[in-house]
T-cell receptor, first 110, second 114 residues
Framework: RKEVEQDPGPFNVPEGATVAFNCTYS??????FFWYRQDCRKEPKLLMS???SGNEDGRFTAQLNRASQYISLLIRDSKLSDSATYLC???????????FGSGTRLLVRP | EPEVTQTPSHQVTQMGQEVILRCVPI?????FYWYRQILGQKVEFLVS????????KSEIFDDQFSVERPDGSNFTLKIRSTKLEDSAMYFC????????????FGPGTRLTVL
């Protein structure tokens, strides 16, 4: 089983749509959870952290379900500039290394 | 806003040559990391570094790799004898003591081994 698993997409949605991404992780002892955003050939950029029951930042909402080892990201009112790959990331159970999923690609069309 | 910087942005080298990739982490950060991303694949952890020593390394980080903090600002990754399969984007990241698992990434160095 992959350590962090995501649907690769792509998700192709119109501007203004709401879109949700899901992620599962295999290590139940993982401590911290993040969503990063990566544009083509660029570095991963921290979008938001997900530490407990959930986190909201403007149009973005992330949820964590520890029992199911499941993380989600909801984007409301999609903008063209939201087009990117969204990376689900967890940190190790006893270390600070980040473990990345393969990413979910989002395309927002006019 | 402080940011991690990396040089060069693109490095082309011949197989078997040594390369040194350079990073300047955010100034008050104390934890440093290298990751790599082969084209079309996921980002993979290589090594973490704290208090002038390696704190963790992955299976990828074999004897051909080394890291160093030669002065108070730079953090380097050396590959002694490059292989074709070392071609990838190499990202440096850093984090501060309060948010050690919140890591900020540099723009990366694209390494091409011919």
């Amino acid at each position: 089983r992959k350590e962090v698993e995501q649907d690769p997409g792509p998700f192709n949605v119109p501007e203004g749509a709401t879109v949700a991404f899901n992620c599962t992780y295999s290590n139940s002892a993982s401590q911290s959870f993040f969503w990063y955003r990566q544009d083509c050939r660029k570095e991963p950029k921290l979008l938001m952290s997900v530490y407990s029951s959930g986190n909201e930042d403007g149009r973005f909402t992330a949820q964590l379900n520890r029992a199911s080892q499941y993380i989600s990201l909801l984007i409301r009112d999609s903008k063209l500039s939201d087009s990117a790959t969204y990376l689900c990331v967890v940190s190790g159970d006893s270390s600070y290394k980040l473990i990345f999923g393969s990413g979910t690609r989002l395309l927002v069309r006019p | 806003e402080p940011e991690v910087t990396q040089t060069p942005s693109h490095q082309v080298t011949q197989m078997g040559q040594e390369v040194i990739l350079r990073c300047v982490p955010i100034s008050n950060h104390l934890y440093f990391y290298w990751y790599r991303q082969i084209l079309g694949q996921k980002v993979e952890f290589l090594v973490s570094f704290y208090n002038n020593e390696i704190s963790e390394k992955s299976e990828i980080f074999d004897d051909q790799f080394s890291v160093e903090r030669p002065d108070g600002s730079n953090f380097t990754l050396k590959i002694r004898s490059t292989k074709l399969e070392d071609s990838a984007m190499y990202f440096c990241a850093s984090s501060d003591p309060q948010g050690v698992d919140t890591q900020y990434f540099g723009p990366g160095t694209r390494l091409t081994v011919l």
